[in-house]
């Protein structure tokens, strides 16, 4: 079992669960960070359980209504594989096919076989902490519905474990099978960003189709017989997906056994496969190394101190897909859900809701302003800032430059960036809900304000502790506790102006334009208290030399 | 000119305190060419990098061409340029638009750029400026951290370990660049393993031990003193850092 040393090894390396990692932040007096941590965590996680809860929940309903008892199994199933297939596709990249380790590993007497195994054992965490939120969520879903029984929880909690492994083995497949038919590695990003589109594309096909069988069959009996007959097709077209969903519904062991059996051999297969193709990947990357140069290279244009800064940090950020990946996630969250919705919801369900929306359409630019301010504060990009450089950090480190001009340099590329977005987002949204140019031009001063705070919130935790000793660049984002720390502040904050803005047009009946202009000139205060407080703790930062090295 | 003086830096390991460099003291003359020696973990790389900015010493006192380096960072690393042990590059950028950064961050001129092509040929990696430096050897890498600090004809050059990984041509030549800068007043500072090339390549070495400076002298002193006049550096370095059975 030394496969099992392995993974010990990559996770004590990798920091984040380790007792060493702990010992640190006490050693440091920085444990406070760990209940700011757990509040992001159990934010984000509330979150993600609300809506599987509310998802299941109708499933449950129509599966009762349909005479389709499997169908939130199925559904169950088809979610932790169609997320568990996304989420393992660049981590099957980087932590197998691309980890950095592997000379090290193949070095060892360890066999190939282990090696694959310990990367597949990392992935399959990975897989597993997301199969088990949708597995909770189920069973949450059977006991608020009083149905169910213990034998049927133990069968769905056990699912949860094994749910993760058919994705895991199509996804270490499917990347496979690019890295040997083409230069996976030149279009990897292309590949991931594409995956990302394609899961899309399927929400939105799955919820069209729900809709438009719906809204085709004119009667509530015959779209629901409509219903009826396409799950059915549906279900038949995946078998695997079929047996999980009849095992945990009827608490059938054949079925049960099949689906289990399915999913383990999936896992050999791959592991297998993928023992193989690792020595194909490796020959390639070597004799890539000795292939010459492209030719000449004319020298880059002066363009000053500030600028090439910002260029040093977007090659940052485009070096690896994961922060890609995460960024391409966090940027474009709002503009496609909102697609997904305006293209999936039916029309008169639409016009109930825009109806619907008229009642507290004076409230409308307050929550525009809410929603768009959220998903472009609560992302990873400031408070994984320094966290990114890595060790690499000691270059900007070592260089003849103030620490504020490093701080312009980040503020000016996240203001462009997060800036941009938030104008995006805030004005599709003002379409939608119908609002009037002046109305987003009134929250708009505000919600740059927001972004700007939300930045200076974010590199100021990165600057007080930054992840820079990381092999993995997943260390840098997914994994740092930096981006629960700054969801769990910024979420507070929200909250506070949230609810003072509640209280002065609730209480003091205050008009929505008064309250949104005298939120501009409120947050101004803070703004500018912290871009002075900011700049400064940048040159301390940059003064004070490399926190990471011995 | 470089300054050290009483220069300390201790780290803190779980809970014992470890004394990295004890109260170095030690001057580099204008236009001197000084080698710094040490068995691994004796404080070099620690002392580097208080140089450079990217430790904070303890105590003491950093003096490069008169201005202090401890209070006044930014003004010395301007002209200071440095060849970390691991070259610190950006991977995905390629060679050229990496040297360009440095050129952009550093301030130098357009008409003065042509010496980033001039090095690139020098050092052999002409041709590969336009790769992604992913691609690169350890060897290359090393160029291109050696030519990124020569680009903005720095006053004082500070190497750590520059000659590890380089080839033997690209090594003669880096040796060769370095007499030339010390002949046109430059001062030079760097640490080696290499014996022979601090023999044959400095003015001065300085010897440093469990974070305490041993000697610092002229080879031919240093042997005079030791009272073995046939002895190599080598044997001197084993003899001083007691490596010998």
């Known amino acids: 079992m030394k496969f099992l040393k392995l993974v010990g090894a990559a996770q004590r390396g990798r920091g984040v669960f380790s007792i060493q990692f702990y010992r640190d932040l006490k050693q440091k007096d920085m444990l406070w960070v760990l209940p700011l941590a757990l509040l992001g965590i159990l934010s984000a996680l509330a979150t993600m359980g609300f809506l599987i809860f509310q998802q299941f929940s109708s499933f449950y309903s129509l599966g009762l209504v349909l005479n389709q008892p499997a169908l939130p199994f199925f ?38 076989g282990q090696v694959v195994l310990s990367k597949l054992a990392i992935i399959y965490g990975y897989l597993l902490a997301i199969s088990l939120v949708f597995s909770t969520m189920m069973i949450a879903v059977l006991i608020n519905m009083g149905a169910g029984n213990p034998a049927q929880f133990i069968l769905i909690a056990l699912g949860g474990f094994v749910l993760p492994l058919f994705p895991m083995a199509l996804a270490v497949f499917f990347v496979a099978f690019f890295l040997r038919v083409i230069d996976f590695q030149r279009f990897r990003i292309l590949f991931e960003v594409l995956g990302m589109f394609l899961a899309l594309l399927l929400i939105m096909g799955i919820n069209l189709l729900f809709s438009q069988t719906m809204a085709d069959q004119g009667s509530m009996d015959n779209s629901l017989s409509g219903l009826a007959k396409m799950l059915s097709a549906l279900i038949d077209r995946f078998p695997p997906a079929a047996w999980a969903a009849k095992a945990l519904s009827r608490n059938s ?19 297998f496969f993928s023992t193989h193709t690792l020595a194909h990947i490796l020959e390639k990357q070597s004799s890539k190394k000795r292939s010459s140069g492209r030719g000449q290279y004319r020298l880059a244009q002066t363009i000053g101190i500030v600028p090439a800064l910002i260029k040093k940090d977007l090659f940052i950020l485009v070096s690896n897909s994961t922060f890609i990946f995460q960024g391409m996630g966090e940027m474009l969250i709002l503009p496609i859900l909102l697609i997904i919705y305006s293209v999936a919801i039916p029309k008169e369900a639409l016009e109930q809701m825009l109806q619907a929306i008229e009642a507290v359409s004076s409230w409308m630019p307050l929550i525009i302003l809410g929603a768009a301010s959220l998903f472009t504060g609560l992302t990873s990009f400031g408070c994984t800032t320094i966290s990114r450089e890595g060790k690499s950090i000691q270059l900007p480190l070592s260089l003849p430059l103030s620490g504020h001009v490093h701080f312009k340099a980040k503020m000016i590329l996240h203001l462009a960036i997060y800036g941009s977005i938030f104008v995006i987002d805030s004005f599709i949204l003002t379409l939608l809900f119908q609002l009037s140019l002046a109305q987003w031009l009134i929250l708009l001063p505000a919600g740059l304000i927001l972004v700007f705070i939300s930045f200076t919130v974010g590199l100021w935790i990165d600057f007080s502790r930054p992840v820079l000793n990381w092999n993995h ?21 929200m909250a506070v102006l949230g609810l003072g803005c509640y209280a002065l047009v609730a209480y003091f009946h205050l008009s929505h334009e008064i309250v949104l202009t005298g939120l501009t000139v409120f947050l101004v205060f803070p703004a500018k208290l912290l871009y002075e407080k900011l700049k400064n703790r940048a040159v301390q930062f940059y003064s004070a030399g490399y926190p990471g090295s011995g | 000119m470089i300054s050290l003086k009483d220069l300390s830096k201790s780290y803190t390991k779980v809970k014992d305190k470890v004394d990295a460099v004890k109260k170095l003291s030690l001057e580099v003359e204008k236009g001197e060419l000084f080698g710094f020696l040490g068995p691994n973990g004796a404080g070099k790389t620690t002392t580097i990098k208080m140089m450079i900015g990217l430790l904070n010493p303890d105590q003491g006192h950093i003096v490069i061409n008169g201005i202090d380096a401890v209070k006044n960072r930014l003004a010395s690393k301007k002209i200071i340029g440095f060849v970390p042990e691991e070259p610190l590059l950006y991977d995905k950028m390629r060679g050229g638009d990496f040297l360009s950064f440095i050129a952009d961050v550093y301030e130098v001129d357009s008409s003065k750029r042509r010496k980033i092509t001039e090095l690139a040929e020098l050092f052999e990696i002409r041709e590969k400026l336009g ?72 003015h001065r070495v300085g010897i440093i031990n469990k ?17 073995h006049l046939g002895a190599s550096l080598e044997e001197l370095f084993l003899e001083l850092t007691n490596e010998i059975s």
């Not at chain 1, 559904?75 to 932590?95: D, E, K, N, R």
């Not at chain 1, 660049?473 to 904050?493: D, S, T």
Request: overall charge negative; glycine content about 6%; some cysteine.
């Open chain 1, 75 to 112: 559904f169950l199933t088809m979610g932790i594989w169609a997320f568990g297939f996304l989420t393992a596709i660049p981590l099957v990249f980087s932590l197998l096919y691309y980890s950095k380790d592997l000379p090290l590993l193949f070095s060892l007497p360890v066999s190939r």
């Open chain 1, 253 to 271: 062991v054949a079925d049960y056994l099949f689906f289990v059996m399915f999913s383990v051999a999936g896992v050999y297969v791959a592991w």
């Open chain 1, 473 to 493: 660049p997943m260390e840098a984002v997914k994994n740092n506790l930096n981006v629960l720390i700054n969801m769990g502040i910024l979420m507070a904050y």
């Open chain 2, 131 to 202: 790769d992604s430096i992913s691609s690169y050897s350890h060897g290359m890498r090393q160029k291109t951290a050696i030519i990124a600090a020569l680009l903005h004809d720095p006053e004082v050059l500070i190497l750590d370990e520059p000659i590890i990984g380089l080839d033997p041509k690209a090594a003669f030549n880096l040796k060769d660049q370095l007499k030339e800068l010390c002949a046109k007043g430059k001062t030079i500072f760097f640490s080696t393993h290499v014996m022979e090339v601090a023999e044959k390549l400095c």
């Open chain 2, 211 to 227: 974070g305490e400076l041993l000697a610092a002298a002229p080879f031919e002193e240093l042997k005079a003193k030791s009272g």
